[in-house]
């Protein structure tokens, strides 16, 4: 039940418990305490889900990175097509859900995403050397360009500064 208090002086301090609600409107509290709580959970799982998909999107724009072309010595100064499609997504994701949900909850969708993005990228050098044969310089000059395109794009986001 809800114990209300009196703004009313009282000898034993500035407030005193107001009687107890008649039981209609006390059973009306309960049930809406319970929808708090319901929709709290959903709430919660909504959030959680959002946190998934945030990193699922992560996965689906890094996948092709060993099917790329690193052949040409070219003097591209961007980052690949598909980095720049991430940063992207990522931004505009920070941004919609900033204007919707307090600061701590943002941060809880993104904590997390250098480490993720750090970890698809080193896994992904094995799958590099056995579609490439090597490592070689091209390799390294637009695996940095894009290392440092994903790194800018991290510390832009309002929430994280992990990297």
Not at 43 to 60: A, D, I, N, S
Request: with cysteine; glycine share 4%.
């Amino acid at each position: 039940t809800i114990s209300a208090l009196s703004r009313e002086s009282s000898p034993g301090g500035p407030f005193r418990p107001l009687p107890p609600m008649p039981p209609a409107l006390g059973a009306a509290a309960q049930s809406l305490s319970v929808l708090e709580e319901r929709f709290r959970a959903l709430g919660g799982k909504c959030l959680m889900l959002l946190r998934g998909e945030v990193r699922v999107h992560c996965f689906f724009f890094l996948q092709d990175i060993a099917k790329s072309s690193y052949w040409a010595a070219d003097a591209q100064v961007e980052a690949e097509p598909w980095i720049q499609a991430l940063n992207k997504d990522l931004s505009t994701a920070e941004e919609n859900v900033s204007r919707l949900l307090p600061a701590v909850k943002v941060r809880y969708l993104f904590e997390g995403l250098p480490q993720l993005i750090s970890t698809i990228l080193i896994r992904t050098l094995p799958k590099l050397m056995a579609e490439h044969g090597t490592i070689n310089r091209n390799i390294i000059n637009k695996m940095s360009r894009n290392v440092f395109a994903l790194q800018q794009n991290m510390t832009d986001l309002a929430v994280s500064k992990e990297i």
